[in-house]
């Protein structure tokens, strides 16, 4: 299954789920304001979030006088993507990462910590730059957008279920249909909803997380560069972890949170072991 049909698949899963629960409810209206409300949350994050997260980071606009190397790789993959160069901008902190973000080629920025220009090579920059002008030419910001907005209606929807429940019940419904087993349904519902709806965003994020490297792997014409350079992030990483936001981890190539175990099942990013393993098995065919 290629991964633009897992992403459409994953948002059909989390439009079905605000199905489930609006016909649980009984009432379409719900649905409607929870779905409008969401959206109008994440249409404002869409539109502004190059200039929200690189402020969030103090990220400060590189120059082609300042970082003549940089720009000359971006310039190459931009023109290799057929897009507009994005604007360069350098994160002040000695942990090695990058993220991409813009909600469309003509408004995008790369942003690249001071850590990732020490430790990676010429090349490895350049594999990280292939996937995060990936990112942009794919238009993950939009994707994201929409599986956030879909995601939060399901938990805005979960919440009234919750609030109804303990304030007496569903306006329109009989009580024959609140009582007993169909309210001990809705709240079970109301609890494995959100949890399901927050998995499928994770999900659609790691699908796209493998799409970005595969399209970076081919824009560079060399898996290797990225498969090189991630292996040093991840050290670097473990070793020194980026103090970044849960709403943001996601953007970044690797994910700035730590987390073993259970937590790997809530990472908005895939194992970095299987994203090597890939770009190896790419390189070799």
Same mark, same amino acid.
Request: glycine share 10%; net charge neutral.
């Given at each position: 299954?290629?991964?633009?049909?897992?992403?459409?698949?994953?948002?059909?899963?989390?439009?079905?789920?605000?199905?489930?629960?609006?016909?649980?409810?009984?009432?379409?209206?719900?649905?409607?304001?929870?779905?409008?409300?969401?959206?109008?949350?994440?249409?404002?994050?869409?539109?502004?979030?190059?200039?929200?997260?690189?402020?969030?980071?103090?990220?400060?606009?590189?120059?082609?006088?300042?970082?003549?190397?940089?720009?000359?790789?971006?310039?190459?993959?931009?023109?290799?993507?057929?897009?507009?160069?994005?604007?360069?901008?350098?994160?002040?902190?000695?942990?090695?990462?990058?993220?991409?973000?813009?909600?469309?080629?003509?408004?995008?920025?790369?942003?690249?910590?001071?850590?990732?220009?020490?430790?990676?090579?010429?090349?490895?920059?350049?594999?990280?730059?292939? &996937?995060?002008?990936? &990112?942009?030419?794919?238009?993950?910001?939009?994707?994201?957008?929409?599986?956030?907005?879909?995601?939060?209606?399901?938990?805005?929807?979960?919440?009234?279920?919750?609030?109804?429940?303990?304030?007496?019940?569903?306006?329109?419904?009989?009580?024959?249909?609140?009582?007993?087993?169909?309210?001990?349904?809705?709240?079970?519902?109301?609890?494995?909803?959100?949890?399901?709806?927050?998995?499928?965003?994770?999900?659609?994020?790691?699908?796209?997380?493998?799409?970005?490297?595969?399209?970076?792997?081919?824009?560079? &014409?060399?898996?290797?560069?990225?498969?090189?350079?991630?292996?040093?992030?991840?050290?670097?990483?473990?070793?020194?972890?980026?103090?970044?936001?849960?709403?943001?981890? &996601?953007?970044?190539?690797?994910?700035?949170?730590?987390?073993?175990?259970?937590?790997?099942?809530?990472?908005?990013?895939?194992?970095?072991?299987?994203?090597?393993?890939?770009?190896?098995?790419?390189?070799?065919?």
């Amino acid at each position: 299954m290629s991964n633009f049909v897992k992403t459409t698949f994953l948002l059909g899963l989390l439009t079905g789920l605000i199905m489930l629960i609006g016909g649980a409810l009984g009432g379409e209206r719900g649905v409607v304001l929870a779905f409008l409300f969401a959206a109008g949350m994440n249409f404002f994050s869409y539109w502004f979030s190059d200039r929200l997260v690189l402020s969030a980071y103090g990220a400060k606009e590189l120059t082609p006088e300042q970082a003549p190397e940089l720009h000359k790789i971006v310039n190459e993959l931009a023109e290799a993507a057929k897009i507009p160069t994005p604007r360069l901008y350098l994160i002040e902190t000695d942990t090695p990462n990058a993220f991409a973000t813009g909600r469309n080629p003509k408004h995008a920025a790369v942003a690249v910590t001071r850590g990732i220009l020490s430790i990676c090579d010429r090349n490895e920059l350049k594999g990280v730059l292939g &996937h995060e002008l990936s &990112h942009v030419l794919n238009r993950d910001i939009l994707t994201s957008s929409i599986a956030a907005t879909l995601a939060g209606a399901v938990m805005m929807l979960g919440t009234w279920v919750r609030w109804a429940a303990i304030f007496g019940g569903f306006g329109g419904r009989s009580e024959d249909e609140e009582g007993g087993g169909g309210m001990v349904g809705l709240l079970i519902m109301a609890i494995l909803a959100p949890l399901a709806a927050t998995l499928i965003q994770l999900a659609i994020s790691r699908t796209r997380e493998y799409q970005a490297d595969a399209s970076g792997a081919r824009l560079t &014409h060399n898996p290797l560069y990225l498969a090189d350079a991630l292996r040093k992030l991840e050290v670097a990483n473990q070793r020194m972890p980026l103090d970044a936001g849960p709403a943001t981890a &996601h953007l970044f190539i690797v994910n700035p949170l730590s987390g073993e175990g259970l937590m790997r099942l809530f990472s908005t990013h895939p194992p970095l072991e299987e994203r090597i393993r890939r770009l190896e098995r790419m390189a070799a065919r």
